[in-house]
């Protein structure tokens, strides 16, 4: 019953630019932190950044400076605006609902290379 939905992954160059949507069904989506997290080939899945129900935000030292979350509580979604992307971003970038709540979308594939 509870959904949630990435899109807007695909490739691009290095020194390029994405937005990632998450879009969610099932919960009370202004009560929840939102956060997306991204896993790559051989790698622990990481956390990438955090917007809590109060708008305030989080980011990995990695991302920092390039990345910003945000999210629209009447439209249930939440974003991931990538610029000054990185071979190193390539990844598959998940959001989840909650801190203790389990919530995963299944994930959208984001690939950085020339």
């Known amino acids: 019953q509870v959904q949630l939905v990435e899109s807007g992954g695909g490739l691009v160059q290095p020194g390029g630019s994405l937005r990632l949507s998450c879009k969610a069904s099932g919960i009370r989506f202004s009560i929840y932190a939102m956060a997306w997290y991204r896993q790559a080939p051989g790698k622990q899945r990481e956390l990438v950044a955090i917007?809590?129900?109060?708008?305030?935000?989080n980011y990995a030292d990695s991302v920092k400076g390039r990345f910003t979350i945000s999210r629209d509580n009447a439209k249930n979604t939440v974003y991931l605006q990538m610029n000054s992307l990185k071979p190193e971003d390539t990844a598959v970038y998940y959001c989840?609902?909650?801190?203790?709540?389990?919530?995963w979308g299944q994930g959208t594939q984001v690939s950085v290379s020339s």
């Open positions: 917007i809590t129900i109060g708008g305030s935000t």
């Open positions: 989840k609902a909650g801190i203790s709540s389990d919530y």
